[in-house]
């Protein structure tokens, strides 16, 4: 009856891959290596509420149905008349095949890939360490009480574990390496850590690859903050800016400042000179002088400045122009 059910289930599972491939242009792979079925459970209602929509199944179907959608769909096909309404071949969707691999699942949206990992990478839970697992980290027991009676202590001793009896109850010593990263639980290992109730690892879904179209974005390239990216191109365009303003070269970067400061420069020469142009008009101006053109004034021969009282300098408000 089972096997009957999964059976019937087929065809609305092939068409239900077939048409999320043709409305979202983001694929989203994901590992599920170690991961329970209530973690799967809630993520999916987290996603479902950020517009994402995961899907888990047999590898061999969703290959099956790649390999449909990146063709034309002939007529003879047996959900032609279902899945006609959704065009023609997407050709591009042929690189995610190669995706398609071990234990993953498939998140279906439109919302960029590095607004969502945290979300998908951040529900972890606790897990024992089961015979046979391979260690994700390191897993350290530090000095102090196990809260196990003396009877344990060959257990103990068995493994190579420092102890001493303290205040009835078997105490670790030194700090004692369990395992290490990459090393493979075995059955000593698992019953320590189940005596103590450790558990020393952390399982969730990872994000691998994203397949965003026609191209696929490996791990590391998920993985990059983009705040991180604007704040060095802001930083680069800083020093790009310098660099121009220093040797007089016009460019992108360097115009505004050089507008901005060409304007200060009239705006201070009008204003000594009583010219006051529409710009000065517009921008409320104080009665002040900017400070680099009254540099500019006290560098002059004293000789030659004409006798007469000193005006108030008055300050170019720039109006928001090129801030």
Not at 55 to 76: A, C, H, M, W, Y
Not at 135 to 163: C, E, K, N, R, Y
Request: charged share 25%; proline share 5%; glycine share 6%.
């Amino acid at each position: 009856m089972g096997k009957k059910e999964t059976k019937d289930k087929k065809p609305a599972q092939f068409k239900k891959i077939y048409e999320l491939l043709s409305k979202y242009s983001q694929v989203i792979i994901v590992g599920l290596a170690n991961v329970g079925s209530k973690q799967v459970q809630d993520i999916r209602r987290i996603l479902a509420k950020k517009n994402a929509l995961l899907v888990i199944g047999k590898n061999t179907l969703f290959k099956k149905v790649l390999s449909t959608r990146v063709q034309d769909l002939p007529e003879s096909h047996e959900y032609y008349d279902e899945l006609k309404k959704f065009g023609g071949a997407i050709r591009e969707l042929d690189v995610l095949k190669n995706q398609v691999a071990g234990k993953v699942g498939f998140i279906f949206t439109d919302t960029p890939v590095f607004d969502l990992k945290t979300v998908i990478e951040e529900n972890k839970v606790e897990t024992p360490a089961r015979v046979g697992a391979v260690a994700p980290i390191d897993v350290v027991i530090p000095p102090g009480p196990t809260g196990m009676d003396p009877a344990s202590i060959q257990f103990f001793h068995a493994l190579q574990i420092p102890t001493k009896i303290e205040k009835g109850q078997i105490q670790i010593t030194k700090d004692f390496v369990v395992l290490k990263t990459g090393q493979k639980v075995g059955q000593s290992q698992a019953v320590l850590l189940q005596k103590l109730g450790k558990k020393p690892f952390l399982y969730g879904m990872e994000v691998l690859a994203c397949y965003d179209n026609g191209s696929i974005l490996n791990k590391q390239q998920v993985s990059v903050n983009l705040n991180d990216i604007v704040a060095k191109f802001q930083k680069n365009v800083s020093n790009i800016s310098a660099i121009s303003l220093a040797n007089g070269w016009v460019n992108e970067a360097s115009a505004p400042y050089l507008l901005a400061n060409a304007f200060k420069d009239l705006a201070a020469i009008g204003l000594q000179s009583g010219f006051i142009f529409d710009q000065i008009k517009q921008s409320n101006a104080p009665a002040q002088t900017s400070a680099p053109v009254a540099t500019k004034v006290e560098e002059k021969p004293a000789q030659q400045a004409p006798a007469k009282v000193e005006e108030p300098e008055e300050d170019v408000d720039m109006g928001g122009l090129f801030d």
